[in-house]
Nanobody, 119 residues
């Protein structure tokens, strides 16, 4: 079993910054990709940013230039630095990992952390 534990999030004014962190724990697994998705009320869950073990990073167009995803493969951690936050960034943010566990591929999700951008 693999667990994703998230931290960060909260309430911030427009133009402000927040940092989200996610740590993976468990035994016998490797990670192919790890990143963040978000889901706003009444909307589908969408990709925010994801990074592969090989080093490539993909961002949603809506966050390019504002958000930065960093990944520490040794610590099995991803951090999402969110700058210039806007009200439309308000959502529950979920950590996601594509995992190989004892030779089988799985997708794991964190419990979600609320990000609210409001004045």
């Amino acid at each position: 079993q693999v667990q994703l534990v998230e931290s960060g999030g909260g309430l911030v004014q427009p133009g402000g910054s927040l940092r989200l962190s996610c740590v993976a724990s468990g035994n016998g697994f490797s990670i192919n990709a790890m990143g963040w998705y978000r889901q706003a009320p009444g909307k589908q869950r969408e990709l925010v940013a994801t990074a592969t073990t090989g080093g490539s990073t993909e961002y949603a167009d809506a966050v390019k230039g504002r958000f930065t995803l960093t990944r520490d493969n040794a610590k099995i951690t991803v951090n999402l630095q969110m700058n210039s936050l806007q009200p439309e960034d308000t959502a529950v943010y979920y950590c996601h990992a594509d995992v190989v566990l004892y030779g089988i591929k799985y997708a794991y999700w964190g419990q979600g952390t609320q990000v609210t951008v409001s004045s």
